[in-house]
C-alpha cells in the first residue's frame, strides 16, 4: 500500500514510525521542510529516523494519505497533498475537533474519507518526539460498514504495530475525542497542569462535566448522541502519566494553538442551535488569555 502522510509532529512522526518499512510510505513536505528534516531528522522516542520525503513537485497518486496537522494548517496542507489524491484514495484525518472531516470532504469527495481519531499522549520539542503511551487509531467509514478499505487499512495497523479500533459508531467516537479536547485540554492549559496532577482531582472533574454537557446539547443538534455515560468517561479514561496535553504545550511554548477549533467550535455551534454554552464561552477566553500571558513572557526572556 502506498501511503503518504502530510504533518509530521507528535502524532505524525510517531505513525510515521511505525508505518516506516511496512509499506510504500513518504511525509509530503515542502523543500524548506525537506532540507530541514535532512539537516536535522525526525526523532521518536530517541530512535532517528531517515523518512523518505516527498514534495507535490514528485507526486504520484497514493492509496491512503494521512493528515496530521494543526487544524489551523489544513487548509495549507490540501493544497500541498492534491496531487498525491486520486480516484482511488483513501483519506484520514487525525486531527483533532470535528470539523477537518467536513472540510477534507468539500474539497476532495465525501467518499474518499473515513472518519477518524487518534488517542495518544506525547511531548514535542523541536525534532524530538516522545510518546507517553501507545497511540490507538479510531477509524470507520461514515456508514459504520466494514469495507474492503477499511479492513485493508486494518491490515496494514495489524502489521505496523499500531493498536487500532473499528467502532460501531465512528462519528460518535470523533465527537467523544473531541469533547476531551474541550475539557481536559483546554482546562490544562489555563491552568498549566499535567495528566497525573488532574487524574484525581474530584473538583476539576466536576469542571470537566459542566464543559461536556455543553458539549453533548450541541451534540444532540448535530445527530449525535453523547450519553450521560460518555460524559463521565471523561473521568474514568483520563490517563495517569506526567505528560501534558498538546494544547498546553502549544500554550508553554508560545505557539498558535488549536484553541478555536475545540471550545470555539462549541460556542458556535451553540450560537448556530440556540444553544447556551456559557461554560465553553468562558473557557475559550481564559485559553486566549493564557496563550498571550505565555507569550509574552517567552518575549520579555528573549529580549533580556
Same mark, same amino acid.
Given at each position: 500500500?502506498?501511503?503518504?502522510?502530510?504533518?509530521?509532529?507528535?502524532? !505524525?512522526?510517531?505513525?510515521?514510525?511505525?508505518l516506516?518499512?511496512?509499506?510504500?510510505?513518504?511525509f509530503?513536505?515542502?523543500?524548506?521542510?525537506?532540507?530541514?528534516? +535532512?539537516?536535522?531528522?525526525l526523532?521518536?522516542?530517541?530512535?532517528?529516523?531517515?523518512?523518505?520525503?516527498?514534495?507535490?513537485?514528485?507526486?504520484?497518486?497514493?492509496?491512503?494519505?494521512?493528515?496530521?496537522?494543526?487544524?489551523?494548517?489544513?487548509?495549507?496542507?490540501?493544497?500541498?497533498?492534491?496531487p498525491?489524491?486520486?480516484?482511488?484514495?483513501?483519506?484520514?484525518?487525525?486531527?483533532?475537533?470535528?470539523?477537518?472531516?467536513? @472540510?477534507?470532504?468539500? +474539497?476532495?469527495?465525501? &467518499?474518499?474519507?473515513?472518519?477518524?481519531?487518534? +488517542? @495518544?499522549?506525547?511531548?514535542?520539542?523541536?525534532? %524530538?518526539?516522545?510518546?507517553?503511551?501507545?497511540?490507538?487509531?479510531?477509524? !470507520?467509514?461514515?456508514? $459504520?460498514?466494514?469495507?474492503?478499505?477499511?479492513?485493508?487499512?486494518?491490515?496494514?495497523?495489524?502489521?505496523?504495530?499500531?493498536?487500532?479500533? @473499528?467502532?460501531?459508531? &465512528?462519528?460518535?467516537?470523533?465527537?467523544?475525542?473531541?469533547? *476531551?479536547?474541550?475539557?481536559? $485540554?483546554?482546562?490544562?492549559?489555563?491552568?498549566?497542569?499535567?495528566?497525573?496532577?488532574?487524574?484525581?482531582? &474530584?473538583? *476539576?472533574?466536576?469542571?470537566?462535566?459542566?464543559?461536556?454537557r455543553?458539549?453533548?446539547?450541541?451534540?444532540?443538534?448535530?445527530?449525535?448522541?453523547?450519553?450521560?455515560?460518555?460524559?463521565?468517561?471523561?473521568?474514568?479514561?483520563?490517563?495517569?502519566?506526567?505528560?501534558?496535553?498538546?494544547?498546553?504545550?502549544?500554550?508553554?511554548?508560545?505557539?498558535?494553538?488549536? $484553541?478555536?477549533?475545540?471550545?470555539?467550535?462549541?460556542?458556535?455551534?451553540?450560537?448556530?442551535?440556540g444553544?447556551?454554552?456559557?461554560?465553553?464561552?468562558?473557557?475559550?477566553?481564559?485559553? %486566549?488569555?493564557? &496563550?498571550?500571558?505565555?507569550?509574552?513572557?517567552?518575549?520579555?526572556?528573549?529580549?533580556?
Amino acid at each position: 500500500m502506498k501511503v503518504r502522510m502530510i504533518g509530521a509532529g507528535a502524532v !505524525g512522526a510517531y505513525i510515521g514510525s511505525k508505518l516506516f518499512g511496512n509499506c510504500d510510505f513518504a511525509f509530503i513536505v515542502d523543500s524548506e521542510r525537506r532540507e530541514r528534516y +535532512r539537516k536535522n531528522p525526525l526523532t521518536v522516542s530517541g530512535v532517528s529516523y531517515d523518512f523518505p520525503l516527498v514534495t507535490p513537485e514528485d507526486a504520484s497518486k497514493a492509496d491512503l494519505v494521512i493528515f496530521a496537522t494543526k487544524n489551523f494548517q489544513l487548509d495549507a496542507a490540501m493544497e500541498s497533498a492534491a496531487p498525491f489524491i486520486g480516484e482511488g484514495t483513501t483519506i484520514i484525518s487525525l486531527l483533532n475537533g470535528i470539523t477537518s472531516e467536513e @472540510i477534507l470532504s468539500r +474539497r476532495f469527495g465525501h &467518499s474518499k474519507v473515513l472518519y477518524a481519531m487518534i +488517542r @495518544i499522549s506525547s511531548l514535542h520539542s523541536g525534532s %524530538e518526539i516522545r510518546p507517553m503511551n501507545p497511540g490507538t487509531i479510531v477509524f !470507520g467509514e461514515g456508514d $459504520n460498514s466494514r469495507s474492503e478499505r477499511v479492513l485493508e487499512i486494518a491490515s496494514l495497523l495489524e502489521k505496523a504495530d499500531i493498536k487500532y479500533v @473499528i467502532p460501531d459508531d &465512528s462519528r460518535h467516537e470523533v465527537w467523544w475525542k473531541f469533547m *476531551l479536547n474541550c475539557c481536559v $485540554n483546554a482546562v490544562s492549559s489555563v491552568m498549566d497542569c499535567t495528566f497525573h496532577e488532574m487524574h484525581d482531582n &474530584s473538583e *476539576l472533574h466536576q469542571a470537566f462535566f459542566m464543559i461536556g454537557r455543553e458539549v453533548q446539547a450541541v451534540a444532540e443538534k448535530e445527530g449525535v448522541v453523547i450519553t450521560e455515560d460518555d460524559i463521565l468517561d471523561l473521568e474514568r479514561k483520563l490517563n495517569n502519566t506526567n505528560g501534558k496535553t498538546s494544547l498546553l504545550q502549544d500554550v508553554l511554548a508560545g505557539r498558535q494553538t488549536e $484553541n478555536e477549533y475545540f471550545c470555539g467550535v462549541v460556542s458556535a455551534l451553540g450560537r448556530k442551535h440556540g444553544v447556551p454554552t456559557p461554560c465553553n464561552d468562558f473557557l475559550s477566553k481564559l485559553v %486566549e488569555a493564557s &496563550s498571550y500571558v505565555h507569550r509574552m513572557r517567552l518575549d520579555s526572556k528573549s529580549t533580556l
